[in-house]
């Protein structure tokens, strides 16, 4: 079925670094969306992409629509320790009888202080 | 502001019982879908719901029924128990459609020996 591969994996990091993450697609979107998911807490919105190309900024996170329209990036600037959890890639797929969102399998970020 | 309600937060199950995770919603949106996260896997959909009284299948419903009596309210049940249904379920609404951003609840953990 159809996959969000987001990279990398996990990234560890100290405490100001900035932070950079990708989702990709084997089809076209369009609609990208970024979430991010605290310990122990249901994902929230960060960033939604709705144009290709779009560059699109929400404090010290940015997104960009990857003009493809077949990725997404996410850049966190000067991480800090609350930017810890991970963060999930997602998109609408159309197909079949259920047009739903997909999730990518999420990049985890942990940050030292 | 409460938002997407899930309840209980946490539970231990046998093989073989049944139980219904509790999901309440206070912001009259139509769509309200059920997700489980698995290590690796992303959110999978397992049913969702665009209105009072129509549900469908998601990706993976087997073993699940759900129901939707209200607007407010988007019960998910287990029939009976099994390992491979432990996981962590997250609860989900949203106003406009089943593929925009989605609010979701702080999740149920389930176990199951």
């Known amino acids: 079925g159809q996959q969000l591969n987001q990279s990398p994996q996990s990234m560890f990091i100290q405490e100001g670094e900035d932070v950079s993450m990708n989702c990709t697609s084997s089809s076209i979107f369009n609609t990208w969306l970024w979430y991010k998911q605290d310990p122990g807490e249901g994902p929230v919105l960060l960033i939604a992409l709705y144009k290709a190309g779009e560059l699109t900024s929400n404090g010290r996170l940015t997104a960009q629509f990857g003009i493809t329209r077949k990725d997404s990036f996410l850049n966190i600037s000067a991480s800090i320790p609350s930017d810890v959890g991970i963060y999930f890639c997602?998109?609408?797929?159309?197909?079949?009888?259920?047009?739903?969102?997909?999730f990518g399998t999420g990049t985890l970020l942990a940050v030292q202080p | 502001n409460a938002g997407v309600t899930q309840t209980p937060k946490f539970q231990v199950l046998k093989t073989g019982q049944s139980m219904t995770l509790q999901c309440a919603q206070d912001m009259n949106h139509e769509y309200m879908s059920w997700y489980r996260q698995d290590p690796g896997m992303g959110l999978r959909l397992i049913h969702y719901s665009v209105g009072a009284g129509i549900t469908d299948q998601g990706e993976v419903p087997n073993g699940y029924n759900v129901s939707r009596s209200t607007t407010e309210d988007f019960p998910l049940r287990l029939l009976s128990a099994a390992p491979s249904q432990t996981s962590v379920y997250f609860c989900a609404s949203s106003a406009d459609s089943l593929y925009q951003p989605q609010h979701f609840g702080d999740g149920t953990r389930l176990s199951i020996l």
């Open positions: 997602a998109g609408p797929f159309y197909g079949g009888a259920t047009n739903k969102l997909i």
